[in-house]
Structures are given as structure tokens and as C-alpha cells.
């Protein structure tokens, strides 16, 4: 079975779309090593991403060298500014914390050329607990909203399908400990994963909410900067 194909059998799992219309380091602590990359703690000079909140910092480490475009274009949003002051317009428990759109409709939003961006698909890169994704919107294009994976368990069909697909054991492994989104691979781009305030993410995207999954109480992002990372 084909990745591709196993995207098309988890979309019919899915019920929540993405679509735009709808156990690492922490701080100064042990490095972690690992097979599969989004496990690893930050290296020396890797690009990094702080997202501050009204509720707390997230710190996740972006893979420019994995997927470029979708990479470079998240980052060109952030060094702009054009985060900074966002209210974030959907969180959904044990799946998502959604943002980037001004508009708060969920249908928002600017790539940073004005042009969208097409998604990329590695197979080093996972919907695992904690990973950065890109919303894709009507078009099949990427443009300014992103998603942070907020957990949950992986189910046994699941499993079933990344073994019938071929997965490698340590990725299955992974989220097996990890939890998280499997059927986000190869449908969604994935292009950062956490390493510093999961707690955040989990936190954010357990506040009650209206019928369109926005936050009853406002949740801002205070900035979103861009910086390489260092152990000092």
C-alpha cells in the first residue's frame, strides 16, 4: 500500500478537516537522541520558533532543510510581525490549536509572497503530539494558518494502516508513546515539532469553546519570533 493511499484511507477516519474553511528536552535538560528526527532535542543552531501566548511560551524547532518553502515562508510570516497580536481562532482537545487568520472565520489569511505555497511531503516528518503542520486551504495551497498537534491516542486501526503502508517500526513506535495525528502525513505539511511547553498546547486546546471550536476566552499570541537555538 502506498503513502498516499494510506492518507486517503485515514481522511475517512478523519472527522475534523483542516482544511481552511472549518518526551524531549525540556529547558537546559538531558539531550534526547533518536532515529526519528522530531524526537531529537535541538541542536546547536537550529532554527527555532517562540511563540508567546496569554497563556504561556512554546518553543518548537522548524526543519527549513526537510521542506523549504513551507518553512521559509512560516518564517518570513513571523519575522514580519504578521503573528504578533493574533487571537487564536480554534483549539479542539486532543487534536489541534489552530491560528493565523485575522479574520477568525477560519478562512483567512496571506502566504508571505501573496502567492500560495504547495505542500510537501517528507517521509522524516510526522503528525506526532507537538508537531507544526500547515492548514491547507480550498485551493490545495498553503498560506499563513498553521496547526500545533495537541495529542491523543492512536487508535488500533491506525496502526493497522501504517503497518499495512509500510511505516518503519520507530515511527510507529514513536506514536505509540507519543500519540498524536497519523492522518496528517502526507496530507497536511508538517515542518516544526515542540520541544519546550507542551503543556501550553494542551492546556490551550482544552478551553471551552463556541460551536465554531473558537476559545470562549480569548487567547492571544503575543509574538512569534524566529531564532537559532543555543544551548547557553
Do not use: W
Not at 507542551?198 to 460551536?211: F, G, H
Amino acid at each position: 500500500m502506498s503513502k498516499r493511499l494510506l492518507s486517503l484511507i485515514l481522511i475517512v477516519i478523519l472527522s475534523l478537516s483542516l482544511v481552511s474553511c472549518g518526551g524531549k528536552k525540556g529547558g537546559k535538560g538531558e539531550t534526547v537522541t533518536s532515529s526519528v528526527r522530531q524526537l531529537c532535542s535541538p541542536r546547536e543552531g537550529d532554527t527555532v520558533v517562540t511563540i508567546v501566548t496569554s497563556k504561556g511560551t512554546i518553543k518548537a524547532v522548524i526543519y527549513s532543510d526537510l521542506v523549504p518553502n513551507t518553512a521559509q515562508n512560516f518564517i518570513d510570516l513571523a519575522e514580519s510581525g504578521y503573528y504578533d497580536g493574533m487571537i487564536i481562532h480554534k483549539t479542539i482537545e486532543n487534536f489541534v490549536v489552530q491560528l493565523g487568520d485575522k479574520t477568525l472565520k477560519g478562512d483567512g489569511g496571506d502566504s508571505f509572497s501573496g502567492r500560495g505555497v504547495a505542500p510537501e511531503y517528507t517521509d522524516d516528518l510526522h503528525g506526532f503530539t507537538g508537531s507544526l503542520g500547515m492548514v491547507v486551504y480550498g485551493d490545495g495551497l498553503q498560506y499563513s494558518q498553521f496547526f500545533i498537534t495537541a495529542g491523543d491516542t492512536v487508535s488500533d486501526a491506525y496502526f493497522d494502516a501504517m503497518r499495512d503502508a509500510e511505516y518503519p517500526s520507530d515511527v510507529i513506535d514513536a506514536f505509540s508513546k507519543l500519540g498524536g495525528q497519523p492522518q496528517f502525513d502526507y496530507v497536511y505539511t508538517i515542518f516544526g515539532q515542540v520541544y519546550e511547553g507542551l503543556d501550553i498546547v494542551k492546556e490551550i486546546a482544552s478551553q471551552k469553546t463556541d460551536k465554531y471550536n473558537r476559545p470562549k476566552k480569548d487567547i492571544t499570541v503575543k509574538s512569534v519570533s524566529i531564532s537559532a537555538y543555543s544551548e547557553d
